[in-house]
């Protein structure tokens, strides 16, 4: 097994109202096992042309993974496309379909009729039980071909592929071995970075750092190629050493860890607790902050005071403070972070208050502007931050940053 | 015109580094100029690999479009693949060549020599200036077919479309005009949904109504192609009054609507305000209502009780409520809810108690289950859920279901 090729099913992929990100994932896992993928074919709803994509990739490849199309309703095709391609009938699963009616069950529900097209799998082909949704996944093998048709659905088809393909593919000996390690960083620009690093991220290199940015998130992913894994793995340490000693406290993790996640760790860690008052960020920092899973351990309390009543009434700041520098000031934002860390007895508080726009912008103080404060019983730090973009990026800068202030005050 | 197949060429699209957004663009842009991109190639930087596409894609459409491969290195072969499948050969255009110099020229530096190739057009061909890099895009027909290779850099990529393909395809009188139009609804399953409207998502129609599910919020497109504007507008017009009869209260909003912007502006045009108390949710139902610009109109405060704590301490729910029922039940999260709307003094308040796991579940309580209570002066309604996937999707379906309680509420 070498190569690989992705048939992405869907009217929603052509028509500009979704992004392949199952794609994107798969290509990575795949390059991962090192099966490079080498075609991909993005086609319609449309029976013809599902079934001339497996024709094209098949040739292309030995494996084959499709997704999407495995629906209950009439534009799901992928199940008589992938029986046409292999010559092969559609029958109903009787283990397949009490699958599906318990998956209603646990619901309280009862099974609409129109979903019983769903158990229906190719003579031979083999079902793949979906613990998210209803629609099952079908693994089939046709001469030296090797077929998976996996949920269109993001999250139903990334457990499946973990569950079912992964230690399938798992098992084949690979020839070469290409390995990917993400760095995280946080606090710098990309030109920044891009300049620390200098020559290690020129092209053609092996190993190879690409660069990603996401909302101030910095991604650099070492990709390396060797005969092995165990040469592979050497290179991979080696780079990241060498990211590490360069960059310092712009790294904040590795991986898809978040910041949220490793201050939750750092917290958990240092067995210190967090409150939050927030006003331009509306909640974000609490949301963020509560999507790890046992954050109670550590997140006591959140304020959303995103009035001048509320700040006075729920954090009595003095109106008069508000008065004299405006909800948005250096004053004001300290005062969040001061009462909530008393309030919510924690040892760390941290607080927003910005302009997050469109609309609330004054002459000295422009869309963007955003003051955050951190607390702790050492006294209050505030700084002052001028973010860009729209709404949306604005406060999600604004939130970032305020934990990642949190994880430099934990590092000392 | 009818058609259009896109080519996406870049071996970053197939090993997961790089997420294919030229191909979003060009196809929504396509089908608003009532072309509908039919399939979608994307292949590796291999000359075979892209001189095959060009074969497939010119036989599903008229109008071929390629992004990327036009780089001035080893590994650009689009320009050669192009004029392999035009039957034509590559020659170099002295006016492009001194266009390349002279964005050199203009930031002072000297035009590698290694750029020349990429002033090599197929005879035939014409060269699309790129304003914003160095890579010209190519224009060229054969019989029926029209070929436009654009470059891989989407900012470039987006310049060039519109500047240079945009105004052609625009005089094309349209054979045929297709419009979209999104609804958007919340609080029933894909196929409850299809239930629903029966035939009428039947394929092959005309309107075609395809549907797309995210977190519990389903889009129905409705995809009208007729001969003229005013005709395919009548088709929109009448296949939306037919969903909204169907779905009633179903339907929230139409195109990009988000639940949180339609219920805020209710509750602006309702003169009423909001208050929030979150304990799963974590802060996300104050986020998404403050996602909207002047949102501080109606929202008023928002508390995030995360422990029992300060469940007691801020919001006075009794210990011994607590106690007796457990801080996921009816009762807790309906006292969150009338101490927030009191406190706060707001005409309404939402609260959410759930267990979003991993952990946290008992056998009475399994992870999913978030009871969400709205309270008004009319009293609490307080409703249990069993919410299904991750931490992350309970999180968003219960932060999601509780606005739309407060939509349920508001539309009465």
Chains 1, 2 share one sequence.
Not at 101 to 108: C, I, M, S, V
Not at 388 to 396: G, K, L, N, P
């Amino acid at each position: 097994m070498r190569k690989a090729s992705i048939v992405s099913i869907g009217n929603e992929l052509l028509n500009g109202q979704a992004v392949d990100t199952n794609a994107v994932y798969l290509s990575e896992k795949l390059l991962a096992l090192g099966i490079p993928v080498v075609s991909r074919y993005t086609v319609p709803d449309e029976i013809d042309a599902i079934v001339q994509a497996f024709d094209l990739a098949q040739h292309d490849a030995d494996l084959i993974i499709a997704t999407g199309g495995l629906g209950p309703t009439d534009d799901d095709l992928t199940r008589r496309a992938l029986a046409e391609c292999l010559g092969a009938d559609l029958k109903c699963d009787d283990r397949v379909l009490r699958q599906i009616r318990d998956f209603f069950a646990r619901r309280g529900l009862q099974m609409p009729e129109r979903n019983k097209v769903q158990a229906y799998i190719p003579v031979g082909g083999k079902p793949l039980e979906n613990k998210l949704g209803t629609a099952p996944g079908i693994e089939a093998k046709k001469a030296d071909k090797w077929f998976f048709s996996l949920p269109g659905v993001p999250l139903e088809m990334k457990d499946m592929f973990e569950r079912c393909v992964l230690p399938e593919l798992a098992q084949i000996p690979p020839g070469h071995v290409t390995l990917v390690r993400k760095i995280k960083c946080f606090g710098a620009g990309e030109s920044a970075i891009a300049e620390l690093l200098g020559n290690l991220m020129q092209r053609n290199r092996n190993p190879l750092i690409n660069c990603t940015v996401s909302c101030g998130v910095i991604t650099l992913s070492i990709v390396a190629s060797a005969d092995n894994r165990a040469d592979a793995k050497t290179m991979i340490e080696h780079a990241e050493q060498l990211l590490n000693s360069r960059l310092g406290t712009l790294v904040y993790g590795v991986e898809n860890q978040t910041l949220a996640e490793v201050v939750g760790q750092m917290l958990a860690e240092q067995n210190k607790t967090l409150a939050t008052a927030e006003s331009c960020t509306g909640g974000l920092i609490a949301k963020l902050l509560t999507d790890i899973g046992g954050s109670s351990r550590y997140f006591t309390c959140g304020w959303v005071t995103y009035s001048n009543d509320a700040k006075s009434t729920r954090l009595d700041i003095n109106p008069d403070l508000i008065q004299k520098y405006g909800a948005v000031s250096e004053n004001v934002a300290a005062a969040m972070a001061d009462a909530a860390r008393i309030r919510a007895k924690a040892d760390f508080a941290l607080a927003t208050s910005g302009i997050a726009g469109p609309g609330g912008a004054t002459a000295q103080k422009p869309v963007g502007l955003v003051y955050i404060s951190i607390c702790s019983e050492k006294g209050c730090k505030t700084r002052r931050f001028i973010f860009s973009h729209d709404r949306d990026s604005i406060r999600r800068r604004a939130a970032l940053t305020a934990i990642n202030l949190l994880r430099l005050e934990l590092s000392n």
